[in-house]
C-alpha cells in the first residue's frame, strides 16, 4: 500500500483509493455528505505531494 492510499483510506467518508502513478491520477470512493475533493486533495498536499486539479467524475 503506498503512503497516498493508505492516508485517504483513513480519512472520514473514503470508501476505495487507488492510485495510478503510471497515470499521475488517483481514483477515489468517497460519501460527499462526509468529505470533498478538496478534502482529499488537501491530504495528499499534506504528505508533500503537489496536487494539480481536483477534478471530480460521479460514476
Do not use: P, R
Request: neutral net charge; hydrophobic residues 40%.
Amino acid at each position: 500500500m503506498t503512503k497516498i492510499e493508505g492516508a485517504l483510506g483513513k480519512h472520514d467518508g473514503v470508501k476505495n483509493v487507488k492510485v495510478l502513478f503510471n497515470a499521475s491520477k488517483i481514483k477515489a470512493e468517497f460519501d460527499d455528505s462526509e468529505t470533498n475533493a478538496d478534502d482529499l486533495a488537501n491530504v495528499v498536499t499534506d504528505l508533500g505531494y503537489t496536487v494539480k486539479s481536483s477534478k471530480v467524475k460521479a460514476l
